[in-house]
């Protein structure tokens, strides 16, 4: 069987990275598509595992040799979904999660139509301006513009399949879990010809 493809999207701080490291260890065949980004890395970032820290020349090589599933400008840095890494895990079954911006998420949708499409909400726009003040990753300038950001991403999420209102990290993790778990029982992921020859196996025409 096919694997399938989640595609988690939300504005910046809403906490979409801490609900996937909560969940990754917990499921079973569940794996994470690295990014390239041409962003510094923040204190503790390992580059391969947060993500993939390239130049922007080297970045725009990979562009020209069309090694992204998407990519899309994001808050002033570039961001790229490699895609041998999807393709072949989609190839081997497995389900994939993409932590990625709403511009890359809609560019995603235009080519994969039965991908899982998960936006993260905050409760409020203010809770989402303290969190992200909270975190103290970004200068005023980085973060009024994620901030700014934030409305249009708000404004896409009718677009998603699913949405989650974080304003609970443990029931967050739990929705997102069990909406990875339901969406592998659906009747066009699971009835392969071998599962129906099974069922059918010994029952007569008549
Ligand atoms: P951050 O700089 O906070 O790690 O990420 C900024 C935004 O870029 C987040 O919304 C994150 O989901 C998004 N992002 C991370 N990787 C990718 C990617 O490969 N493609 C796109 N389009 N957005 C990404």
């Known amino acids: 069987m096919k694997g399938t ?3 988690v999207s939300g504005p910046s701080g809403v906490g979409k990275t801490s609900i996937i490291n909560s969940l990754i260890n917990k499921l079973d065949n569940v794996v994470f598509s690295v990014s390239c980004t041409t962003r510094a890395p923040r204190p503790g970032e390992v580059d391969g595992v947060d993500y993939f820290f390239v130049s922007k020349e080297k970045f725009m090589k990979m562009i020209e040799n069309s090694e992204f599933l998407e990519w899309a400008e994001v808050h002033g840095n570039l961001y790229g979904t490699p895609k041998k890494f999807v393709l072949e895990n989609i190839e081997k079954g ?3 999660i993409l932590d990625i911006d709403v511009q890359g998420a809609l560019q995603v949708k235009k080519n994969f139509d039965d991908a899982v499409f998960i936006f993260v909400a905050p409760p409020s726009y ?3 301006r303290e969190r992200l003040l909270k975190r103290g990753t970004e200068k005023t300038e980085a973060l ?3 901030l700014e950001n934030a ?3 708000l404004s896409k999420m009718i677009e998603f ?3 989650i209102v974080n304003d ?5 993790v739990l929705v997102m879990k069990s909406i990875i778990i339901g969406e592998s029982y659906k009747t066009t992921r699971i009835l392969t010809e071998e599962l129906i020859k099974n069922l059918f196996k010994g029952v007569s025409d008549r």
């Open 168 to 172: 609970d990290l443990e029931k967050s």
């Open 126 to 128: 203010e809770v989402l």
């Open 5 to 7: 493809l989640f595609v």
């Open 161 to 163: 399949n699913y949405l």
């Open 144 to 146: 009024l513009k994620r």
């Open 151 to 153: 409305k249009w991403e």
């Open 94 to 96: 497995k389900r994939i």
